[in-house]
């Protein structure tokens, strides 16, 4: 049987197609207010700064392409059982090839309709629009009439895939971290699911403050630290 392989991703891995990070210096939360395009609350008050926001990123994202790390987790699929948990909105893992993958904060390329008030974190999946690079602008309306929103978990809303998330990491027989900072919950606590007899490897270019110390950290870029990385898998 196949080992498995969870790889929990975000912004980094997607550093070297050209997608800006959002807390390196002069990432997207030195150039942007957090609570000014990012939270429930801006959508509430100011949507089409929200989609203005967003239509920038999708613009960003159908002019870049994946990059060698991203190929490699696609190419890992020959030898090993492998999902991704990303952070990320972008959709470079899937356009390289790898066919699991679970978006915990949503998908740039999709919208759904804005719903009631009072359950604006519940959608249904039948709901979700595929609109590729297209902008979505206010005044832009689903089926039943109701105002489109980027399929994007805000700040202040729930993460409906956690569940699902945690019940991966937690089969992992290799557990691999790369490129995030782990500074956003709960994405940032999913390690702690992962069982006391998997193997742990965080690639990033800075060292993380991580309370495992059965972690073994390759501290090197993205597209760098899978060379070194693959050299562990084949021992
Ligand atoms: P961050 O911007 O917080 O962290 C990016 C991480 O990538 C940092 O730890 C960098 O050191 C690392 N990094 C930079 N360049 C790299 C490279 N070339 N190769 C590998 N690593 C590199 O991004 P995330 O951790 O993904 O959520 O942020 C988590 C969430 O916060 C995002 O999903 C987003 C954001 O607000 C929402 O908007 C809901």
Redesign the pocket.
Known sequence: MKKKIVVIS????S??SGLD????SN?L?ANHK?EEV?TIEAWNRNPQLVLNFYNKRREELSKVRPNA?HLFLAELESKFDVDIIT???DNLHERAGSTRVLH??GELTKVRPENSYNDKDSYSEESILDIRYENVNLGDLAVNGSQLRPH????GEAVPKIERAIDLVSKADILLI???????YP?AGLYRYASFDSKIYI????K?DVDNDRIIQIQ????E?VKILEQYLNK
């Not at 990070?21 to 390196?24: N, P």
């Not at 994007?152 to 700040?155: D, G, H, L, M, T």
């Open positions: 975000g912004a980094g891995i550093a070297e990070t959002f807390r390196d990432g939360w957090i990012a790390a952070q990320n909105v915990l904060h994007i978990v805000f700040f790369i490129g995030t900072s782990l500074s956003v994405a690639i990033n270019p800075e993380l090197a870029t993205a597209t630290g």
